[in-house]
């Protein structure tokens, strides 16, 4: 076990992402992908240091691989996105349990890079085309704390449009005041408002920018929740609507009918000294009706909720 001298540091991400140390969803797909580099390496060491030209065989590591990614797949179970790109990274490792182990570490770690650079062109191409919907002096409502948006709005700060946001603080975990805290660092005007105050809050708001966990075959957006209650209050006040994620939060299975499940959080996050009698129910997050979206924008550009799916089709056939 001593050869193992990064399972803690892979373990420690495991427990960040059930714990939501690490959260949002792109967030969550790059630790993941990442921490896949603490098992490499240990391999590795364990190969330079047997010193042997054996060649020996990586069923060993593609086994350890294989566990890690159960492992990861069930720290937030509701997350496709870290499905996906985990998916992209080792989809195919069987077709190389003859290779020697030194060429598939060196092979899946250009792998574990090819994926990160995909996600972190996406975002920036996310960015790029979310920011030209800021118009100036706008109000911009947004929910919960998704980096996807949370990069748009730095994007067109930096380009010195001058606009303001109005945020929901996103009980019981407020990541709200993430989302807060991030833009007035970069001097972004922010208001913020408890959850219940939303109405007040998206009445003087021009756009509504959220971001997605996933999205189903349907076209139906999977976020935070109160992002659907809130979508319908701006769809009340014609406020444009735009999700705003990168085109790896499709969920594939969903073709196959799979539901999407909806994570159901404990009830202490709510009230952790409730009466005995009293029973809560903490979904994390919804669904928001495609008939509320204006637009989703991706790395690939916007659609339609409906169009993306046929778009995704084409373009990310690792998924299929
Ligand atoms: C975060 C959340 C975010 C999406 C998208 O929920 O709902 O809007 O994950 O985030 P949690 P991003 O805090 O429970 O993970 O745009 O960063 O991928």
Redesign the pocket.
């Given at each position: 076990m001593s050869n193992f001298k990064n399972k803690n540091s892979f373990n420690k991400v495991v427990l960040d992402i059930k714990n939501?140390e690490i959260?949002?969803?792109?967030?969550?797909a790059i630790a993941a992908v990442k921490s896949l580099k603490f098992i490499l390496s240990d391999f590795s060491k364990i190969e330079s240091k047997s010193n042997s030209k054996s060649n020996s065989k990586p069923n060993k590591l593609i086994s350890e691989l294989k566990n890690a990614k159960k492992k990861l797949f069930k720290s937030r179970p509701t997350e496709p996105m870290l499905r996906n790109a985990l998916n992209y990274v080792l989809s195919d490792v069987d077709k190389y349990a003859m290779d020697e182990t030194d060429k598939l570490i060196l092979r899946l770690n250009h792998r574990i890079d090819q994926a990160l650079e995909i996600i972190s062109k996406g975002k920036l191409e996310i960015s790029k085309i979310g920011s030209k919907k800021i118009k100036k002096n706008m109000v911009v409502f947004t929910h919960?704390?998704?980096?996807?948006?949370v990069d748009i709005l730095l994007l067109a700060k930096s380009k010195g449009k001058k606009f303001e946001v109005h945020n929901t603080e996103t009980r019981p975990?407020y990541?709200g005041r993430k989302t807060a805290k991030e833009l007035a660092s970069h001097g972004i005007k922010v208001t913020h408002y408890v959850d219940s105050a939303a109405r007040l809050a998206l009445k003087k708001a021009d756009l509504f920018l959220?971001?997605?966990?996933a999205i189903t075959v349907e076209g139906k957006v999977i976020?935070?929740i109160g992002s659907e209650l809130f979508a319908e209050v701006a769809k009340r006040y014609q406020i444009p609507i735009y999700v705003?994620?990168h085109s790896w939060k499709f969920d594939p299975q969903t073709i196959f009918g799979f539901e999407e499940p909806i994570e159901l959080r404990s009830e202490s996050e709510v009230w952790p000294d409730k009466p005995k009698n009293v029973k809560i129910q903490n979904f994390?997050?919804e669904q928001v009706d495609p008939d509320l979206i204006s637009g989703v924008i991706t790395e690939l550009g916007i659609y339609k909720p409906e169009s993306l799916v046929e778009e995704l089709k084409s373009r990310n056939k690792f998924m299929f």
């Open positions: 939501l959260q949002g969803a792109t967030n969550i919960c704390h998704s980096k996807s948006v975990r990541q959220i971001g997605a966990d976020n935070k705003c994620t994390a997050f």
